[in-house]
């Protein structure tokens, strides 16, 4: 048994290590996109001076719930600022809207797919519970070894952590249909994409956005984890923290996580009762 | 209005549900086995046996069952939302189990609107929106389909009301638009599954008096699936009886309140009012008959009405001369007399038996 054990531990490590050395150049596409795109949502957040992105998002916040959360936004923005963490507090939402990005683009068709084959659901669903049972920063060990040190890694991590509701929602708003509605479909002589783009996929509309708000939520607990692997942002301001036992600053940047998720949260909440 | 020209025919039509269908039908096509033995031998239900009947142009078919009794798989056989076990169910001279997809879905789209218990208003769209659903899975330009759809909701009486959700409307309104939607394609036939249960007793009757006018109007047909004989009796030119998915009786209000098939069909026509629904011609007597009984009376000095004449109004016609006979005259001239005697016996809806002994 042992001899067995080990010699899986042998196979896995060769194959990680035989992967570095033949697929890098795979690896080092996919580091190069994924970097891409982050460097780029990032750019977009600093574009503006940090001021003007607090008065966007209060506005935002206004229009989709309440005068006072937007106040507040605004504000609890301003602070993350006066503490002295709005390059890190971008950059951890740059890491959450390119890591959701992904997952979503990837979760929502696989989701609906599965929606409609319940095979595809079957053989989705272990996966999916495997995904969700082990500790998520497991994914960074092979993610490191692949793409080395830094947002991609991180990327890579949260994607996979973030699908999973997504994928789980969308199935279940598409199977979810009501019987009579199938059967109007039917009766009114609807042919199948019809009877998906004209019923299925409105009906699952509030449960696709439920998903993604627990996706970016998953996003969220992921990207601040993978500071570890040097993601950069507040993750990584708390992990630096920690191993110098700097308290106070460990707790201004929980106070900016704080900020950002509520923040996400209500507003993408928002936006899925308004669907 | 009505003609002969069938637009349904359901010919020996079979449903059975089960893991086992397929051999449970082999065995009744075969051996001919009942229901009981079905279920004992292969666990299947029949949810409907032996059903024949045909719809024809300009009529209003309702057919009338309790809960169980196989009329709404029934009627799911008619547009082949479920598909027969057995037999053949013909829609316009076409046989709908010979159709590929596009050819049912067309003649679905084109032929036969349904409207639902349920309803089934889209409650992301706006009643007009609602309303021109048929049009639009037919690819109809959204002009063209919401001047149908207003045409429609206008019938309805809903006009006022096309920019509304579903949501804003009460029952008795979201089932206007559900019928609004079938007619908004412009379909011969339309199927009714207990359309109106749901809605309270007097916006019922309202809805029913409508759906009639509305249907022989347009002349339409329809088939109108209720578990209340009173709605049928309202609604139907004729009526089907299920019991167990079985058709028990068919005919117009007058032949089954008069002649139940079975005690299961008298218990329930027991408590309908004949007053409007019995005519003359069912209850009156041979001329020679009353010359028998009643010697020496002449028959012109009795009033006289139409075979057609309810029981309602031959009462009002013997109160109202002091005679206790009606001659029942057509344009051939006397064809029957009406006692006090028949009208009692009419209004509990039985047959004269000693005119028949």
Known sequence: MESFVSTFDTVVDDALFWLTDHAAFVFDGIRAVLEGLYDAVLWLLMLPPFWAVAIVAGLIGWRALSLGFGIGGAVALLACAAMGLWAETMQTLALVVAASVIALAISVPLGVLAGLMPRLDRALTPALDLIQTLPPYIYLLPAIALMGFGPATALVATVIVAMPPAIRLTSLGIRQTPHEFIELGHATGASSSQMFWKIRLPFAVPSIMAGINQSLMMAFGMVVIAGIVGSGGLGETIYGAIRTLDIATSINASIAIVVLTMLLDRLTQAAARRS | ?357
């Not at chain 2, 309104?173 to 609004?180: D, E, F, K, N």
């Open chain 2, 1 to 357: 209005m009505e003609s002969t020209e069938v637009l349904i025919d359901c010919q020996s039509v079979w449903k059975v549900f089960g893991d086992r269908s397929r051999e449970a039908i082999r065995s009744i096509a075969e051996r001919g086995l009942t229901k009981r033995e079905i279920l004992q031998q292969y666990n299947c239900v029949v949810g409907v046996s032996d059903a024949t009947l045909q719809v024809r142009r300009g009529e209003i078919f309702c057919i009338m069952g309790l809960s169980g009794s196989g009329k709404s798989t029934l009627i799911r056989l008619l547009n082949r939302l479920i598909e027969p076990s057995l037999g053949t169910v013909t829609v316009k001279g076409r046989d709908l189990s010979r159709l590929d997809a596009a050819a049912l879905r067309e003649t679905r789209a084109r032929h036969i609107g349904m409207v639902f218990q349920s309803v089934a208003l889209l409650p992301q769209r706006t009643v007009l929106e609602n309303a021109a659903f048929g049009l639009e899975v037919q690819g109809v330009p959204r002009d063209d389909r919401n001047r149908a759809a207003e045409a429609a909701l206008a019938k309805v009486g809903l006009s006022d009301w096309k920019t509304r959700y579903p949501r804003e409307l009460s029952g008795g309104m979201q089932q206007r638009v559900g019928l609004a939607r079938a007619l908004t394609a412009d379909p011969e036939i339309i199927l009714m599954d207990e359309p109106f249960s749901a809605l309270d007793p007097l916006i019922r009757r309202q809805l029913q008096d409508e759906f009639r006018q509305l249907t022989k109007d347009l002349g339409k047909s329809a088939v109108f699936i209720t578990h209340d004989l009173d709605e049928a009796i309202r609604i139907g030119d004729r009526i089907a009886i299920m019991k167990d998915g079985v058709i028990i009786q068919e005919g117009t209000a007058e032949q089954i309140v008069m002649n139940p098939a079975d005690q299961y069909v008298a218990d329930f026509v027991a408590g309908i009012s004949r007053l409007h629904l019995v005519k003359a011609h069912s209850v009156m007597m041979p001329v020679d008959q009353w010359r028998f009984q009643a010697p020496g009376l002449s028959l012109d000095g009795l009033p006289r009405c139409s075979p057609e004449a309810d029981i309602d109004e031959l009462i009002g016609t013997i109160t109202g001369s002091g005679s206790d006979a009606i001659a029942i005259a057509d344009a051939t001239g006397i064809v029957g007399v009406v006692t006090t005697r028949n009208l009692l016996l009419g209004v509990r809806g039985e047959p004269d038996a000693r005119a028949a002994a």
